[in-house]
């Protein structure tokens, strides 16, 4: 089983920026990739960002240009830099990782808990 631990989350004003960190650890055989998702209130779920293990990365539209995911594959640690926030950027982040089981060697995807970003306006 994996675990995700995020960090990072918070209130900043428009224009600001925050770093949100997600972090893997317990068994697996090997990360496949490593994404945000966010989700507002009264939504549904959608893509932020989202990086394989060899660094090729996706972008929501809405976001090109701003945030920035990149990864640390000695730590299974992404991160997504968040710059030039607007107050539509305002949701819970969740972070996703895919990746092989250990014993089945499955394909299997695994969210954190989320964290919370507001921005003001």
């Known amino acids: 089983q994996v675990q995700l631990v995020e960090s990072g989350g918070g209130l900043v004003q428009a224009g600001g920026s925050l770093r949100l960190s997600c972090a893997a650890s317990?068994?697996?055989?090997?990360?496949?990739?490593m994404g945000w998702y966010r989700q507002a209130p009264g939504k549904q779920r959608e893509l932020v960002a989202t990086?394989?293990?060899?660094?090729?990365?996706n972008y929501a539209d809405s976001v090109k240009g701003r945030f920035t995911i990149s990864g640390d594959n000695a730590k299974d640690t992404v991160y997504l830099q968040m710059n030039s926030l607007k107050p539509e950027d305002t949701a819970v982040y969740y972070c996703?990782?895919?990746?092989?089981?250990?014993?089945?060697?499955?394909?299997?995807?695994?969210w954190g808990q989320g964290t919370q970003v507001t921005v003001s306006s």
């Open positions: 996703n990782v895919e990746y092989f089981a250990v014993a089945s060697l499955e394909l299997t995807s695994v």
């Open positions: 317990g068994r697996f055989f090997r990360i496949i990739g």
């Open positions: 990086i394989t293990r060899g660094g090729s990365t």
